[in-house]
């Protein structure tokens, strides 16, 4: 789907794997666009959900999100909505299960065909790597796996169908996959701890992120701008970032009257826009958007996203507050390192991730910590002052490094 990372974290591959002379046959949702550098087919999924779901994005896409887009929209729903319910109640799973039954079929029939060396897997959506434990099952092709997000809490026992599902799988992966790997250490650990049966078949493979495709020179201004991309939600809220700052300008007015904060990419969650409305923030939060292409630059929205970036003082990361934090990195932390400008990042039970930070040259600490926080805040607007802020001491992460570690798995 455009714009998601998981989707992003497998496109940027690709490049990279026809360089290595690979051969591809991509099957995905409709959620995006078709690429033309290869074999790719989109795929409906069977399930009336999952069906809903990817016809509005189709429509969107096609449409936009105006009168055809509700009306044609508000048909599928009612038409759908009988079936909607048997499946909720019968199946119990997310929406996007459906796809791996479609795939699967689909999938057969190109084996047959073009008869592959390798089933690749990535998500993401689940519904990916359920599709690979079938194809692998009903062929015997060799299968890897590429698990983007921990697929259940640590320290949690799963309470729902689809999460106790989600656990099912996961053993299903480690017992009939040829390679598994993760993105961080603390999921494949947990993982091998739940499933033994996962053995020497486990990896640790950072995705990483293209170099950016423009640059702009850093300048510093008036204010210290601190800025923000990506997508935030109720889960990866900007909530406890606003407060802390509310707690900054109540104890230290003249440092916070410096700091302006720039929030680019989806629309701010509504617990972190409530924040800044209710503690009178607006002046600091200047809230841009998403940037779309510019028609007099030629620029795309993703290369005016890697401008700003350059130009930022510093680049915000939120980890989040949810119990995964403690196997997840989020993936914009590895475009942020191309930026080459400090990141401040307020972690969330990942004191691991929190010294990589610190050892790219940036400014990190656990947000439940409001001390230490406070200071963090202090010491990046008393380096800003003094044209001291830290720099990148590392070199980047990149997608380039990640496939040549999986194919020198193979």
Known sequence: MDGRAAS????????????????????????????????????LPWGPAGLRFDLRHRIALKWGRGLRYKLCTG???????????????????????????AAVFRALIE???????LIYTTGGAYSAHWAGYWIKKLTGVKWIAEIHDPMLFPGTTPATRNLQFQLKLEGMICREADLVWWFTEGALA??????????????????GAEPPQVQAEYVKGAKLIIGHFGSLSAVRSLKPFVDLFAALKSA??????????????????????????????????????????DPVTGLSGRERIQQRMHQCDALLLIHGT????????????????WAKRPVLAFTHLNP???????????????????????????????????NHL?????????????????LGEL
């Not at 720039?262 to 600091?284: F, K, N, T």
Request: include cysteine; charged fraction near 20%.
């Open 75 to 101: 048909l599928i729903s009612l038409l759908l909505s009988p079936f909607n319910l048997l499946e909720r109640s019968i199946i119990g799973l997310q929406s996007q299960w459906s796809w791996m039954p």
């Open 190 to 207: 947990s993982a091998q701890q739940r499933h033994p049966e996962l053995a020497n078949k486990g990896r640790v493979i950072y995705p």
């Open 111 to 117: 084996i047959r065909r073009e008869r592959p060396e």
């Open 8 to 43: 992003l974290t497998i496109t940027d591959k690709i490049p990279h794997l026809l360089d290595a002379g690979i051969t591809l046959t991509v099957l995905s949702a409709v959620t995006g666009q078709q690429d033309q550098r290869f074999r790719h087919l989109r795929i």
């Open 252 to 293: 230290f007015p003249e440092i916070a009257a410096d700091i302006e904060i720039h929030c680019y990419g989806g629309p701010v969650d509504s617990a972190g826009l409530e924040a800044i409305r209710s503690q009178g923030l607006d002046q600091h939060f200047v809230l841009y958007g998403r940037l779309e292409n």
């Open 390 to 406: 830290r720099k990148p001491t590392l070199s980047p992460i990149g997608t380039k490094q990640a496939v040549e570690m999986i």
């Open 322 to 337: 949810t119990m995964d934090c403690a196997e997840y990195i989020p993936s914009k932390w590895y475009d942020y390192l």
């Open 352 to 386: 691991s991730f929190t010294q990589m930070a610190i050892n790219h040259g940036g400014y990190a600490v656990e947000m439940d910590d409001k001390t230490a926080a406070l200071n963090l805040l202090k010491s990046l607007h008393t380096d800003w002052e003094s």
